[in-house]
Each structure stands twice: as structure tokens, then as C-alpha cells.
């Protein structure tokens, strides 16, 4: 069973500072990896991606990748009180299983 | 624009009532994935499609069906069958090998009155 486990927090954070979400993932042979971000009532969307180890910056957001650890974070450097949301980490294993498998997310909160 | 359309927005369901949520996709995407998410809850699979005429069930599939007779749309059907169905309903798509992640709708909310 590939597991993909995240703290479901919540995560508070103040505004200005950096909020760091965390993911494991259980299948070694995983590929490629996905940060969703859900506000409450709404779909998620895809804010990051990354596939190979280190770092992959794009704004405020910074995905890193450790496959030899297995884990995944993102960081959102300068939280705002509008980051806040349920952040889903998201798994693709590869091979035939066209799937990826999802974490509960984590619940961030930035106090203006 | 490309994207991935869910209708309705809000539904309500009586009891013993069948109803269906309709997805329908204009990203050329091949996979098709219907979720179930319940408050504070992460997205339970339901139904995925990698191709046209072929569907797999999830994790959860009993008391719902779906088809998939075009590329474009994959419904899905609520039955009676299914005791507990309120619940937000995310339908998603991507290319066969989601490498590129999915792309979700904006979801359906499902109550039972």
C-alpha cells in the first residue's frame, strides 16, 4: 500500500515569516511529486511540482525533494494571511498505476 | 480556454434517489478521476479512467457507477445504494502518466435532505 503521510497541523505561522509543510512518502520507486493548494470550500490547485533532487524555487514557494530520505517539503517564504489553506502533497509512483496518491494535507494558518 | 467543467455546482438528493455529476474536460487529457472528500478529510478515489471504455473502480466505489463513453466527459452516478453520499465531489484529469499532475474541477456539493 504506497502511503503518502503529511502532519495535518494546524500550522500557524505570523505574517512575514516562513511556513515549512512537510510529506513522506512510503514507495521508493516514486517519480514525481505534487504540492495542491485547497481553500476551504474550493478544489485544489497545483501550485508546485518537482522531480529530481533539491531544490525548485518559484516566487515565494520553494519545493524540495529527497528521495534518498523520501521526503518532500515546500517552504512559502513571507506567509500571508491569503496563503492560508489546506496544502495537499501529492505522489506519482510511476510504472502502470497512471495515479497519484494523495496525503490529507496540511492545514496553514498565517496570523496577520 | 482549456479546462475541466463540473455541473452542478450544489445538488440535493432525496432518499432512494439516483442522481449524476456530470465532468466534462477540454484538455485533450486521457485520464479521468472522480474524489470524494468529506470535511477534514484528505480526497478518497472513487472512479479513475485511463482510456475511453475502460474504468477502474478506487477505493470506495460501492454505490456509485460511472461511464466513459467519450474522452470528454466521464459522469458519475450517486445511487441509492450509496447510504451516506453528502460529501464536496471533485472530478480531475491529466495525460495518461500524470507527470504532470492533475487538474481539478471545482467540485460538486452533495447533500442529502
Known amino acids: 500500500q504506497k502511503e503518502v503521510e503529511q502532519n495535518s497541523g494546524p500550522l500557524s505561522v505570523p505574517e512575514g515569516a516562513i511556513a515549512s509543510l512537510n510529506c513522506t512518502y512510503s514507495d521508493r520507486g516514486s517519480q514525481s511529486f505534487f504540492w495542491y493548494r485547497q481553500y476551504s470550500g474550493k478544489s485544489p490547485e497545483l501550485i508546485m511540482f518537482?522531480?529530481?533532487?533539491g531544490d525548485k524555487e518559484d516566487g515565494r514557494f520553494t519545493a524540495q525533494l529527497n528521495k534518498a530520505s523520501q521526503y518532500v517539503s515546500l517552504l512559502i517564504r513571507d506567509s500571508q494571511p491569503s496563503d492560508s489553506a489546506t496544502y495537499l502533497c501529492a505522489v506519482n509512483s510511476g510504472g502502470s498505476n497512471y495515479k497519484l496518491t494523495f496525503g490529507k494535507g496540511t492545514l496553514l494558518t498565517v496570523n496577520p | 480556454d482549456g479546462g475541466i467543467t463540473q455541473s452542478p455546482k450544489y445538488l440535493f438528493r432525496k432518499e432512494g434517489q439516483n442522481v449524476t455529476l456530470s465532468c466534462e474536460q477540454n484538455?485533450?487529457?486521457?485520464?479521468m478521476y472522480w474524489y470524494r472528500q468529506d470535511p477534514g478529510q484528505g480526497l478518497r478515489l472513487i472512479y479513475y479512467?485511463?482510456?475511453?471504455?475502460?474504468?477502474q473502480k478506487g477505493d470506495i466505489a460501492e454505490g456509485y457507477s460511472v461511464s466513459r463513453e467519450k474522452k470528454e466527459s466521464f459522469p458519475l452516478t450517486v445511487t441509492s445504494a450509496q447510504k451516506n453520499p453528502t460529501a464536496f465531489y471533485l472530478c480531475?484529469?491529466?495525460?495518461?502518466?500524470?507527470?504532470?499532475?492533475?487538474?481539478f474541477g471545482s467540485g460538486t456539493r452533495l447533500t442529502v435532505v
Open positions: 480531475a484529469s491529466s495525460y495518461r502518466d500524470p507527470n504532470y499532475g492533475y487538474t
Open positions: 518537482i522531480y529530481s533532487n
Open positions: 484538455l485533450n487529457h486521457d485520464a
Open positions: 479512467s485511463q482510456i475511453v471504455n475502460d474504468f
